[in-house]
C-alpha cells in the first residue's frame, strides 16, 4: 500500500515557518506563562515607606503658606484696632480738654463785662483803683489768651460775621461802610473755639 505524505493544512501554521513581517505569533503551548512576581521586591509589596506608614500624607508647602499668610492678617488686623482704639481715644480726652477750657473760659465773661463796665464809667475819677480795675482786666485778658481764647475788640476792620455780632448800624462819614465803629462788647476766641463774638456797631452801606 504505498504512503501519501500529509498534506498541511493551510488554516493552521507551521511553527517552523517564519511568521510574515508584522504579524502576531500566537503562543506557543509549549511555553510556560509567566505569574506575576513575588517577593520582597515586587511592586505590590508595601514596605514600611508606603503612603499609610506616617498616619496620611504630609502637608503641602501650599498649606504652610496659606496658614502663614492668615496668621499674618489676623496680626495686621489686631495692630490696626489697636491703633484705631489709641486714635478714639486721644480724640475723646482731647474732645473733653476742649469741653473743660470753654467752661472755665466763659466763668471769666461776667467778671471782665463788670470791669469794662466799671472802666467805662470811672474814666473821670482819678485815684489807684481805675488803674487797679483796669490791671484785674488785662489779668482776666490774658488768662483767656492762654486758654486759647485771644480778645477781639478791634474797630475800623471789616465787618466779619465769623466774630462780630451786628447790634447797630450808624451813619458815620469818616468810616467806610461795612467796617466796625464801635465794639460795644468784646469778643473772645476764633473759629470752631470761640466763646462769643464781637458786638458791635457797623458803618451804613450808601
Do not use: C
Request: glycine letters at 10%; charged letters at 30%.
Amino acid at each position: 500500500m504505498p504512503i501519501h505524505p500529509r498534506e498541511s493544512d493551510p488554516a493552521v501554521p507551521d511553527p517552523a515557518d517564519p511568521a510574515p513581517e508584522g504579524a502576531v505569533r500566537p503562543p506557543r503551548g509549549d511555553l510556560p506563562r509567566s505569574s506575576p512576581p513575588t517577593g520582597p521586591g515586587s511592586d505590590t509589596d508595601e514596605g514600611p515607606g508606603g503612603p499609610d506608614a506616617a498616619g496620611g500624607p504630609a502637608p503641602s508647602e501650599d498649606q504652610h503658606t496659606a496658614e502663614l499668610r492668615e496668621l499674618e492678617d489676623r496680626w495686621r488686623r489686631a495692630l490696626a484696632d489697636l491703633d484705631n482704639l489709641r486714635k478714639r481715644h486721644t480724640k475723646e480726652m482731647e474732645r473733653e480738654r476742649t469741653a473743660e477750657r470753654s467752661r472755665t473760659a466763659a466763668a471769666f465773661l461776667p467778671v471782665l463785662d463788670n470791669l469794662e463796665l466799671a472802666l467805662t464809667h470811672a474814666g473821670s475819677d482819678p485815684g489807684a483803683i481805675v488803674e487797679g480795675v483796669r490791671a484785674v482786666r488785662d489779668q482776666g485778658v490774658n488768662v483767656l489768651e492762654l486758654l486759647g481764647y485771644p480778645r477781639h475788640a478791634e474797630t475800623g476792620v471789616a465787618f466779619d460775621p465769623a466774630r462780630h455780632e451786628v447790634v447797630g448800624v450808624v451813619q458815620d462819614p469818616d468810616a467806610p461802610p461795612g467796617t466796625v465803629v464801635e465794639v460795644l462788647r468784646p469778643g473772645y476766641g476764633d473759629g470752631e473755639r470761640q466763646l462769643r463774638p464781637a458786638a458791635v456797631t457797623v458803618a451804613k452801606r450808601e
